[in-house]
């Protein structure tokens, strides 16, 4: 439901600029395992600002009865008069003013991912309080992308007409959009899309993320149908988290686990709600994907908060074999 993408080669004239991230390590059954994350370490005691740059997709998709459009500057029916972009932007995602208080422990008032990033590290952070990665969104100006009738085409998987646009097609579009937009490794380009999946062999994903050589970037798409798949910015949720446990920087293969890459979204995607949890903001209910914690891929549970082995505190075993 949510994808991955390998590249190898660099931008074409990609600037020597490069995200901050900083390197840790645990050790489970006696083997050491390395990974790489965006921010600084929380002992350092500090806080990352990584500048976000989203740009919104209008996406065309042709028919035998003339075009159907999925436009990010629409205003749903439930937004107060916002936009799918602004409706994004002060989601709880970019919005520092919740309160994350889980299994009765204030991890912070901050944004859902840098609390998130907290409470995972909280044996650590608890005596390191300024420990924190922050997202500082700008967005660009909105980009309108035509795929041909074998890329791009609409359909009702859940009830809901949409676009499917083949996700290897539009990935190229973005690699190309990242180079002419002067986007710089230093930072992430989130492509938000409108009721719009992308295909691989099938429907439906609701959201990917990927790097070519150090310049990492994602995709997720807004649903405006409460209880669907990718509902508000849940995909988007589940994306931040990713990359910034697992941002494909450090090396093509990513962070190794005894249980596979450091995908902390995927564990949770197939529970209720698509493993979203209600947060209202602003007179909205966001839905924000739970995201597992370094204890189910391995380490010790005194590296988190109560020992949750996901943020939302859900019960869960370390997974053996990627299961």
């Given at each position: 439901?949510?994808?991955?993408?390998?590249?190898?080669?660099?931008?074409?004239?990609?600037?020597?600029?490069?995200?901050v991230?900083?390197n840790?390590?645990?050790?489970?059954?006696?083997?050491?395992?390395?990974?790489?994350?965006?921010?600084t370490?929380?002992s350092?005691?500090?806080t990352?600002?990584i500048p976000?740059?989203?740009?919104?997709v209008?996406?065309?998709?042709?028919g035998?009865?003339?075009?159907?459009?999925?436009?990010?500057?629409s205003?749903?029916?439930?937004?107060?008069?916002?936009?799918?972009?602004?409706?994004?932007?002060?989601?709880?995602?970019?919005?520092?003013?919740?309160?994350?208080?889980?299994?009765?422990?204030?991890v912070?008032?901050?944004?859902?991912?840098?609390?998130?990033?907290?409470?995972s590290?909280?044996?650590?952070?608890?005596?390191?309080?300024?420990?924190?990665?922050?997202?500082?969104p700008?967005?660009?100006?909105?980009?309108?992308?035509?795929?041909?009738?074998?890329?791009?085409?609409?359909?009702?998987?859940?009830?809901?007409?949409?676009?499917?646009?083949?996700?290897?097609?539009?990935?190229?579009?973005?690699?190309?959009?990242?180079?002419?937009?002067?986007?710089?490794?230093?930072?992430?380009?989130?492509?938000?899309?409108?009721?719009?999946?992308?295909?691989?062999?099938?429907?439906?994903?609701?959201?990917?993320?990927?790097?070519?050589g150090?310049?990492?970037y994602?995709?997720?798409?807004?649903?405006?149908?409460?209880?669907l798949?990718?509902?508000?910015?849940?995909?988007?949720?589940?994306?931040?988290?990713?990359?910034?446990?697992?941002?494909?920087?450090?090396?093509?293969?990513?962070?190794?686990?005894?249980?596979?890459?450091?995908e902390?979204?995927d564990?949770?995607?197939?529970?209720?709600?698509?493993?979203?949890?209600?947060?209202?903001l602003?007179?909205?209910?966001?839905?924000?994907?739970?995201?597992?914690?370094?204890?189910?891929?391995?380490?010790?549970?005194?590296?988190?908060?109560?020992?949750?082995?996901?943020?939302?505190?859900?019960?869960?075993?370390?997974?053996q074999?990627?299961?």
């Open positions: 439901m949510f994808a991955r993408l390998l590249n190898s080669a660099p931008v074409t004239g990609q600037p020597a600029s490069s995200m991230t900083w840790g390590s645990f050790v489970y059954n006696g083997t050491t395992y390395n990974f790489n994350m965006i921010g370490a929380p350092t005691n500090s990352t600002v976000v740059v989203i740009i919104p209008k996406i065309v998709v042709g035998r009865r003339g075009s159907v459009t999925f436009d990010p500057a205003i749903p029916s439930n937004t107060g008069g916002l936009t799918v972009v602004q409706n994004t932007v002060q989601s709880p995602i970019f919005d520092s003013t919740t309160t994350y208080v889980q299994g009765g422990v204030n912070g008032t901050t944004q859902y991912e840098d609390a998130f990033q907290r409470a590290f909280w044996g650590t952070v608890s005596s390191n309080p300024n420990y924190h990665v922050i997202l500082s700008t967005v660009l100006s909105e980009v309108t992308l035509k795929p041909s009738a074998r890329d791009g085409k609409t359909g009702t998987p859940f009830g809901e007409t949409v676009a499917e646009v083949n996700i290897n097609w539009i990935d190229g579009q973005f690699q190309s959009l990242i180079t002419s937009l002067g986007i710089t490794p230093n930072q992430f380009p989130i492509f938000l899309t409108y009721k719009t999946y992308l295909t691989s062999g099938g429907c439906c994903i609701g959201g990917y993320h990927s790097a070519i150090a310049q990492s994602a995709e997720f798409t807004y649903i405006d149908q409460p209880g798949f990718s509902q508000d910015v849940s995909a988007l949720s589940h994306e931040v988290g990713e990359w910034m446990d697992d941002p494909l920087i450090a090396s093509a293969s990513g962070n190794q686990t005894p249980c596979g890459i450091l902390v979204g564990p949770l995607e197939g529970e209720a709600n698509y493993g979203g949890y209600p947060y209202v602003h007179g909205f209910t966001y839905n924000l994907q739970d995201l597992a914690t370094l204890p189910y891929f391995g380490a010790p549970a005194s590296t988190t908060v109560n020992g949750y082995f996901t943020f939302q505190g859900k019960s869960l075993t370390v997974c074999n990627g299961s």
